[in-house]
């Protein structure tokens, strides 16, 4: 890599890399230890190849997802997220805090396959239409359709407490809790 191909990676990767890293934690499940490794590795990856790339942010984030779908498909043992204390169980919609639902979604998505994440991730936090998300996953569109049914359906098993947000206050939340999916009771 050239002087200049090498100053504009790295502001790259300084104007980018917290973008980057939130998909990765979401793809991760919330795990942003292992959400660093996968945007480095694929950072490293990227490097090899940056004189030839057109759009970085849409390689890099390609790169992202595949890294993942490699690691849900080898099937890691998944980790478990150790926090200072553990979320409330139960909290009444209207006291729930921008911190607390997003440690309830992050649990929800945690509990989640990997391609269920990747799907939700993809379709609602990147909002990427269905054709794109079958062609970056390497699946049908059919396959994403349901993935997203069932995927949308557990995690509204999972977090009950999402549901008793309706569409009026989910849209009164601040948009930096970045919820990947709308749900509705």
């Not at 498909?73 to 478990?80: A, F, H, N, Y």
Request: net charge neutral; proline share 6%.
């Amino acid at each position: 890599m050239d002087a200049q191909a090498d100053e504009t990676f790295r502001e790259f990767v300084a104007n980018r890399s917290s973008a980057l890293l939130k998909t990765a934690v979401l793809l991760c499940g919330g795990d942003r230890h292992s959400a660093e490794d996968l945007l480095q590795n694929a950072l490293i990856k990227v490097a090899g190849h940056w004189n030839r790339i057109e759009e970085p942010e849409a390689y890099v984030r390609q790169v992202l997802y595949r890294q993942q779908v490699s690691r849900w498909r080898l099937r890691w043992p998944r980790r478990e997220l150790s926090v200072a204390e553990p979320p409330e169980q139960n909290p009444a919609a209207d006291a729930v805090s921008a911190a607390e639902l997003r440690l309830v979604m992050r649990g929800a998505l945690a509990k989640l396959t990997a391609r269920q994440r990747a799907v939700l991730v993809l379709r609602y936090f990147e909002d990427l239409p269905e054709a794109d998300v079958s062609r970056i996953l390497g699946c049908s569109v059919g396959t994403v359709r349901s993935t997203t049914h069932r995927s949308l359906a557990r995690l509204r098993a999972l977090a009950p407490e999402l549901a008793a947000l309706g569409p009026a206050e989910a849209e009164q939340q601040p948009s930096h809790l970045e919820s990947p999916v709308e749900v509705r009771p």
